[in-house]
């Protein structure tokens, strides 16, 4: 078993009403116990947390549809609960964060545990319009793990069990790699599940948005996750993919930030960006074997992955502006922002309005923050400048210095 390879946590469906304090009594503990496990002081880890629940709706493979504005909060208030922990822990959470890191990457996968569980053949990888796929195809996808929590609960047992059904063959795990781990407190009211009650979203052929991305945090992964949502994504064979738009800041802009120096270069930023998008947009029935990243198309200023056999487009491009792409390139659908670059969004749209161009639709993502976590202390309660790109710049060369 390879100590470099990611672990893995399960975690049940949310509550509903899932608010803050519902969720975090029915995660927190089972993510604080899986990021103490794995914090290794002589190198980073990864975990990724995959949300097991009803989150599509659609009876034909190719008419799926959510609700972004549930789907998103929820992620917001995962990622809430990880930075809070993160900073209790003292453990980093950006990527590549070097020893004693743990960056945690939030899944979401669709599956309803009241519906029979079809076993009958090898699980297959089974793309549909949205990015979010189904329990089987994420067994077979993502594997080979170096430990897979579960909650000590009813909900966390009936996850555990439909997925190693559908997990057989992909990798041999010894009794050691199943951990459990303490589950929350889970109360639900009313039968449905809120994902599938709530107003569906549109889907959009071009989605967009933009920053600075340096040392990818809790943050980013949040805004790309959530942006990712959006995107319509064609059947196989398709002339033309989606494309997912990323403006990452140019090195010149950012000369002047503080702890200049320790500003990551375009290149790796961008690097980072397709790595992490990985984690949710790559399917291979070979797992980890092949990583995207040895598969990026790199022009000057321009970064471009392809990932489900080119049905999705990723370019990272480099901005030396407030606009970036949204204004020098007409055919676009969608722009995401998050709760604190709203005003940016606005400004974008003026600009093609002046263009004569079709403004954009602006989806804005929720802000992390510690709001209803039960087991507030100093450290949880300023996290959010804890996370900040600038405060782990501020680190670095604090432990430079020493």
């Not at 993502?142 to 909900?155: L, T």
């Not at 992964?221 to 997912?244: I, M, N, R, S, Y």
Request: aromatic share 6%; charged share 20%.
């Amino acid at each position: 078993m390879g100590d470099h390879l990611p672990s893995l946590l399960l975690l049940p469906p949310p509550p509903h009403p899932a608010t803050r304090l519902a969720l975090n009594a029915a995660y927190e503990p089972s993510l604080k116990a899986a990021i103490s496990k794995i914090k290794n002081e002589k190198e980073g880890a990864i975990l990724v947390a995959a949300l097991i629940s009803p989150l599509l709706v659609g009876q034909s493979i190719r008419q799926k549809s959510l609700s972004w504005s549930y789907a998103q909060s929820i992620l917001a208030d995962l990622y809430s609960i990880v930075s809070v922990i993160c900073a209790q822990l003292s453990v980093s959470s950006d990527i590549h964060a070097g020893p004693g890191s743990v960056d945690v990457r939030v899944v979401l996968v669709d599956h309803d545990s009241s519906k029979p569980l079809v076993t009958d053949s090898k699980p297959a990888i089974e793309q549909n319009n949205t990015v979010i796929i189904d329990l089987a195809t994420f067994t077979s996808a993502y594997h080979p793990w170096r430990y897979i929590f579960h909650a000590n609960n009813e909900p966390g047992y009936q996850i555990l069990s439909a997925y190693l059904k559908l997990f057989e063959g992909n990798q041999t795990l010894k009794q050691s790699q199943l951990v459990v781990v303490e589950g929350g407190l889970a109360l639900s009211v009313g039968s449905s599940s809120p994902s599938q009650s709530s107003s569906q979203t549109r889907s959009y052929s071009i989605v967009c948005l933009g920053g600075t991305f340096d040392h990818l945090h809790p943050g980013h992964k949040l805004l790309l996750t959530a942006a990712a949502l959006l995107l319509k994504v064609p059947e196989d064979g398709a002339l033309d993919p989606c494309q997912f738009v990323i403006g990452v800041t140019g090195d010149e802009l950012l000369k002047r930030k503080k702890y200049a120096e320790f500003v990551q270069p375009w290149d790796e930023r961008a690097t980072n960006i397709i790595e992490f998008l990985s984690s949710i947009l790559e399917l291979s029935r070979d797992g980890w074997k092949n990583t995207q990243t040895s598969r990026v198309l790199k022009n000057d200023g321009e970064f471009v992955a392809l990932f489900r056999d080119g049905a999705i487009e990723v370019r990272c491009v480099v901005i030396q502006d407030a606009y970036g792409p949204t204004i020098t390139t007409e055919n676009m659908d969608a722009l995401v922002v998050s709760g604190e670059t709203r005003s940016g969004g606005n400004a974008v749209n003026e600009r093609r309005k002046e263009l004569g161009w079709r403004q954009l639709e602006t989806y804005v993502v929720d802000v992390l923050d510690a709001e209803g976590i039960v087991h507030k202390s100093a450290d949880s309660q300023d996290f959010a400048t804890k996370i900040s790109s600038t405060a782990i710049r501020k680190q670095r060369a604090e432990f430079r210095r020493t």
